[in-house]
């Protein structure tokens, strides 16, 4: 039996190609809103992070209402850091929406994500999206989704999927490139008339796979999934076990709180069944990948296990000069307490506390995006901490050391072609393919993890800043040999002060300066880069001597250039392996691991970073 008012479907794109902006309009047109209600802009996109920086992080669940149909939507995350989420989230669906951008095409995630909705036999509704740009190129993307479906195997059902052309930003869609949609209705019926609707089995024993988990301070974690069969009530006993380990005997629980979702909101509910998409609280350690079941039937359900992590940082406390001004958490035990405490919301990210120092934590996640997003929420929390740079994690493989590889897609107009294959040939890059798309190219490439460190930076200053790079992760495979992370050297500052503009002006000679004048600095405090492939200590809070000779006002006034400003990203890949980032709520400070300039000599000297 299938429960014809019930429709459950995700939404699957590469970054920035417009889901968050469509499922804000399928909210408007759903009628989700009052008529005279305020509404944000990527309303789906509810915490700070994911606003200002324009991405989805964490899935999300919503509904909307059409034709006395509720159709439960996932808005899933695009980046291949958060790749895990979209794997799971695929499990709780009939059907997905695959957005592609009219002008940017099929991109790396978008293969990697429709891959998976076909291994499911997943329905799939083809929304060409943004079909107002200016650089569109309708026919051209519709024969690259084609080439894609072939590619992965399609089956012929899935080969004819419908085509829809919408315009994300305007709420309309319409069944021809040629005839402008008005509303959203065309996509809306396509989802009632093609996806199927869920099985509902009411009658066999409650089984539900734990597809996605929320965390709340009051409640604890929240898990979320897709009921298989049967019906779930408030203050039911449950019971919970895993299919990956089948010698635990399924632990005891209790659903004390039953929520579905409807538009923004989660509604309490006392009973639910089969085919809803739900969340329920009460369970402690409850994780992805968990089945929960009527305590007669304990059945586990397959899960795709979760990937493990590919990259990993050592969080440490502080302990450069200017430790504890800035910060509210310093402590390790609060650092530890914060870690520990994401591991529950995020099941991808792996923390373990060093053998040999109490102050320092292992961080393993999926990304230099995931971590990078961790770092700063525990900044704007308060917590005052340092990192070192990212480390790929190795895995041996019949006796053979493999690192991951990444497969990079880039795009680039035609005249920086030569210098992104000659940077990406030095750092190991293996060239797959390149098609020209209009006035550009589109390159592939197979990268160790490692060798993308640092790359970012130099492919925008390459491509002049119109470049767009995307990666996700491929395989592993066996180890490549040393690739060279960076060829320039740090100005290091020589002592402890505040930056003075005649100590500047000198540095700026040999270098580009990260600081301004005025500015507080500590010796082994990494001030600016040098074009060399060596440090080069400076003194930049070193004052103008004044004698009977020369007076203070008789020299032309010293012009500095302006300092380079660097963001997180910037500074994790700008990271030398003997230079750690201090990272406070109001500052980000490079600095040398070993800070005094004697000692640190003395250790280069000794073979040691």
């Known amino acids: 039996m299938r429960n014809e008012k019930l429709r459950n479907v995700a939404i699957i794109a590469h970054v920035d190609h417009g889901k968050t902006t469509l499922v804000d309009e399928m909210l408007k047109q759903g009628g989700i809103y009052r008529e005279n209600q305020a509404t944000v802009e990527r309303v789906m996109d509810s915490n700070d992070l994911e606003r200002e920086r324009g991405i989805t992080i964490l899935a999300k669940n919503t509904a909307v209402h059409y034709k006395d149909v509720k159709i439960n939507i996932v808005d899933t995350p695009g980046h291949a850091d958060f790749g895990g989420e979209v794997e799971r989230i695929l499990k709780m669906v009939n059907g997905v929406i695959l957005l592609v951008d009219a002008a940017e095409g099929p991109m790396p995630q978008t293969r990697f994500v429709l891959s998976k909705a076909l291994e499911l036999g997943h329905k799939v509704i083809v929304v060409v999206n943004k079909i107002d740009r200016p650089d569109q190129r309708i026919h051209e993307v519709m024969d690259e989704v084609l080439e894609l479906l072939l590619d992965l195997n399609a089956t012929d059902e899935q080969f004819e999927s419908p085509t829809l052309f919408c315009s994300g930003r305007q709420g309309t869609a319409s069944y021809s490139p040629d005839v402008p949609g008005t509303d959203l209705k065309p996509l809306f019926e396509t989802i009632l008339d093609y996806i199927p609707a869920p099985e509902c089995d009411t009658q066999a024993p409650f089984q539900m796979l734990v597809s996605s988990i929320d965390y709340n301070e009051f409640v604890g974690r929240i898990a979320v999934g897709r009921i298989e069969r049967g019906?779930?009530?408030?203050?039911?006993?449950?019971?919970?076990?895993?299919?990956?380990?089948?010698?635990?005997?399924?632990?005891?629980?209790?659903?004390?709180?039953?929520?579905?979702?409807?538009?923004?909101?989660?509604?309490?509910?006392?009973?639910?069944?089969?085919?809803?998409?739900?969340?329920?609280?009460?369970?402690?350690?409850?994780?992805?990948?968990?089945?929960?079941?009527?305590?007669?039937?304990?059945?586990?359900?397959?899960?795709?296990?979760?990937?493990?992590?590919?990259?990993?940082?050592?969080?440490?406390?502080?302990?450069?000069?200017?430790?504890?001004?800035?910060?509210?958490?310093?402590?390790?035990?609060?650092?530890?307490?914060?870690?520990?405490?994401?591991?529950?919301?995020?099941?991808?990210?792996?923390?373990?506390?060093?053998?040999?120092?109490?102050?320092?934590?292992?961080?393993?996640?999926?990304?230099?995006?995931?971590?990078?997003?961790?770092?700063e929420t525990m900044r704007r929390e308060g917590y005052e901490f340092q990192v070192s740079p990212p480390r790929v994690l190795y895995q041996e493989i019949d006796g053979v050391k493999c690192e991951p590889i990444e497969r990079v897609v880039i795009d680039v107009p035609a005249d920086s072609v030569g210098s992104v294959m000659e940077k990406l040939g030095s750092r190991k890059g293996e060239f797959l393919s390149m098609n020209p798309v209009g006035a550009r190219m589109k390159l592939e490439f197979l990268v160790p993890s490692r060798g993308l460190f640092g790359y970012r930076n130099e492919f925008l200053t390459d491509t002049k800043g119109e470049g767009i790079m995307a990666s996700v992760f491929e395989k592993y495979a066996p180890y490549k040999g040393e690739i060279q992370r960076r060829n320039t050297g740090s100005l290091v500052a020589h002592e402890t002060g505040e930056s003075v503009t005649y100590g500047l002006f000198a540095a700026q000679e040999r270098g580009a300066l990260f600081i301004g004048a005025g500015v507080p600095v500590y010796e082994g405090m990494v001030v600016g880069v040098c074009p060399k492939m060596e440090d080069i200590t400076v003194n930049v809070c070193k004052k103008k001597q004044l004698t009977?000779?020369?007076?203070?006002?008789?020299?032309?006034?010293?012009?500095?250039?302006?300092?380079?400003?660097?963001?997180?990203?910037?500074?994790?890949?700008?990271?030398?392996?003997?230079?750690?980032?201090?990272?406070?709520?109001?500052?980000?400070r490079l600095r040398k691991r070993i800070l005094n300039h004697e000692k640190r000599m003395k250790a280069l000297k000794g073979g040691k970073s």
Do not use: W
Request: charged share 25%; hydrophobic share 40%.
């Open 548 to 588: 009977n000779m020369r007076a203070s006002g008789s020299d032309d006034a010293l012009r500095l250039v302006p300092p380079k400003q660097m963001s997180l990203e910037q500074c994790l890949e700008f990271l030398a392996d003997d230079e750690l980032l201090e990272v406070t709520p109001e500052n980000l």
């Open 231 to 375: 019906v779930i009530k408030q203050n039911q006993e449950i019971v919970v076990c895993n299919y990956h380990t089948p010698d635990q005997a399924p632990k005891k629980a209790k659903a004390v709180s039953l929520y579905t979702f409807d538009g923004l909101n989660r509604v309490p509910v006392t009973e639910a069944s089969a085919g809803e998409i739900i969340a329920m609280s009460g369970i402690g350690d409850i994780t992805i990948g968990d089945t929960i079941c009527a305590p007669s039937a304990p059945e586990p359900m397959e899960f795709v296990k979760i990937s493990a992590p590919t990259l990993e940082m050592t969080f440490s406390v502080n302990d450069s000069p200017f430790a504890g001004r800035e910060g509210k958490f310093v402590t390790s035990r609060q650092i530890r307490d914060r870690l520990f405490r994401e591991t529950l919301k995020d099941v991808s990210l792996r923390v373990s506390e060093m053998p040999d120092s109490t102050d320092s934590f292992n961080v393993a996640g999926r990304g230099e995006m995931s971590l990078s997003i961790l770092i």
